[in-house]
């Protein structure tokens, strides 16, 4: 691989919101409503993680999506997934579970546990306006099935896109996501190419730090890397305890994005519609 030649630094540092979704889940939203176009194809980023069983026990009962695709990443603990298209799966620790909600779908993510530990994140992913009203789609991504890097101290888990000369578990032509778990030992130097067109972020979930350039970025916290014109990747180094983050990118739609909960659209009147359809049993 060609060693990066003008590095991204990072524009922005982001400390995610407390709050909670489902039946009471609490969580992290790193990626909130405010920043939907700088980070254009991501819509949303909640990272989850407790020990505690009333944090997570009341799971996600049965809610509505259109418009846009869920990727769910499970560092701990088992989630149940059940659809209205008729899809069932257990998503286990390392797993990951993407949902193309497309023109409607209808489910639930339930805990498989009643205690331990859960952990992991959910990220949602914008569609092109062409692909708003396609066929739902859905597919459990196993752990083993997860490509692995490794290489100078560093583990990467290649969910989507591409990194090394490795292809991730999942592509998109449209958005062209990555999304890399990434996890460095102490000291460690990781390098990945990013067209510079694409909006990018990381956000570091285990360990004390990761230098993006002069800028160190500490665990829970998000940074937005600057789309430097002619900048060609970004080049991460862990700190002395090491650590773990997930890499995420893709090339930005620039449509106009048109939310009301559940559903991500172009414009007012079509979330109209959706919502119309909802009530009218047209999702399921």
Do not use: C
Request: charged letters at 20%; glycine letters at 12%; hydrophobic letters at 40%.
């Amino acid at each position: 691989m060609n060693a990066i030649q003008q590095a991204r630094n990072v524009e922005r540092l982001v400390q995610g919101q407390a709050t909670s979704d489902g039946a009471g889940v609490k969580l992290t939203r790193v990626l909130t409503q405010d920043l939907q176009q700088r980070l254009d194809p991501f819509l949303m980023l909640d990272a989850f993680g407790t020990d505690n069983p009333g944090d997570y026990i009341g799971g996600f009962p049965d809610h509505p999506h259109r418009g846009f695709e869920t990727v769910t990443y499970m560092l701990q603990g088992r989630l149940r997934h059940k659809d209205s298209a008729g899809n069932e799966g257990v998503l286990a620790p390392g797993g990951v579970q993407w949902m193309t909600a497309g023109r409607g779908v209808i489910h639930s993510e339930m805990p498989e546990q009643q205690d331990g530990a859960m952990e992991g994140f959910q990220l949602w992913l914008n569609l092109p306006a062409r692909d708003k009203m396609h066929a739902p789609w859905y597919r459990d991504i196993t752990s083993p099935e997860v490509p692995e890097w490794q290489g100078n101290g560093a583990l990467v888990r290649v969910i989507a896109g591409h990194a090394q000369g490795m292809a991730g578990a999942v592509q998109r032509d449209g958005t062209e996501p990555l999304f890399l778990d990434i996890h460095l030992q102490p000291d460690a130097r990781f390098e990945q190419a990013l067209p510079d067109s694409h909006n990018a972020f990381l956000y570091v979930y285990r360990g004390d730090m990761v230098l993006v350039g002069a800028t160190a970025v500490r665990r829970q916290r998000m940074a937005i890397l600057a789309n430097t014109p002619g900048s060609d990747g970004v080049v991460l180094t862990a700190g002395p305890a090491g650590a773990r983050l997930i890499l995420v990118a893709g090339r930005p739609l620039r449509e106009p994005i048109a939310q009301y909960g559940p559903f991500v659209m172009n414009t007012r009147e079509e979330l109209v519609q959706a919502v119309e359809d909802f009530n009218a049993g047209r999702l399921a």
